[in-house]
T-cell receptor, first 114, second 116 residues
Framework: IAGITQAPTSQILAAGRRMTLRCTQD?????MYWYRQDLGLGLRLIHY???????GKGEVPDGYSVSRANTDDFPLTLASAVPSQTSVYFC?????????????FGPGTRLTVL | AQSVTQPDIHITVSEGASLELRCNYSYGATPYLFWYVQSPGQGLQLLLKYFSGDTLVQGIKGFEAEFKRSQSSFNLRKPSVHWSDAAEYFCAVGPRTTAAGNKLTFGGGTRVLVKP
């Protein structure tokens, strides 16, 4: 079944460690996004990519980096994790080539930073 | 800056009763509007969307939403809820021009509990 996969499903991480959250989509969507979900705050955009080779900052980019080497993959890296980065992270994609389309979401990664 | 407000953090409704979830937005122009649902431990699923045309839109699972430009609102409704509707619901808005990217702004969410 086509869609978005995220790995790992969950992770407990010591503060100061480096962590990469993986996201892969097989829908050939040009645009991809990373959100974090925190109670009462909904989803907030961390970084996005409108097409392979380009990335942009969202609402809460500090402490995170992304790359988009190809259409399918959009990894999110925490260079030195801090407890405030404890959250549920969602990757999403959309096909903007035919005008605006809705975003499709992955199942999420639950990250705990101690 | 754009923002989305969902005034109700929690709503408890009896099974079979009607449900209405409120959503108000602040945006420079009329945006695209979405409602997503998140079941426990799951990702987000699109319920419905408004781009243009009829301001009453139908979605999946028996949900509908009405866009009211004068009130900057996009409230979600369901005439008769089922126990399986217990979930968190998110309203979101996005730009009409792809030059701005397809970035969505989400509300804080409304958690719906369904009593038997």
């Amino acid at each position: 079944i086509a869609g978005i996969t995220q790995a790992p499903t969950s992770q407990i991480l010591a503060a100061g460690r480096r962590m990469t959250l993986r996201c892969t989509q097989d829908m050939r969507h040009n645009a991809m996004y990373w959100y974090r979900q925190d109670l009462g705050l909904g989803l907030r955009l961390i970084h996005y990519s409108n097409t392979a080779g380009t990335t942009g900052k969202g609402e809460v980019p500090d402490g995170y980096s992304v790359s988009r080497a190809n259409t399918d993959d959009f990894p999110l890296t925490l260079a030195s994790a801090v407890p405030s980065q404890t959250s549920v992270y969602f990757c999403a994609s959309s096909d903007g080539s035919r005008g605006y389309n809705e975003q499709f979401f992955g199942p999420g990664t639950r990250l705990t930073v101690l | 800056a754009q923002s989305v407000t969902q005034p109700d953090i929690h709503i408890t409704v009896s099974e079979g009763a009607s449900l209405e979830l409120r959503c108000n937005y602040s945006y420079g122009a009329t945006p695209y509007l979405f409602w997503y649902v998140q079941s426990p431990g799951q990702g987000l699923q699109l319920l419905l969307k408004y781009f243009s045309g009829d301001t009453l839109v139908q979605g999946i699972k028996g949900f509908e939403a009405e866009f009211k430009r004068s009130q900057s609102s996009f409230n979600l409704r369901k005439p008769s809820v089922h126990w399986s509707d217990a979930a968190e619901y998110f309203c979101a808005v996005g730009p009409r021009t792809t030059a701005a990217g397809n970035k969505l702004t989400f509300g804080g969410g409304t958690r719906v509990l369904v009593k038997p």
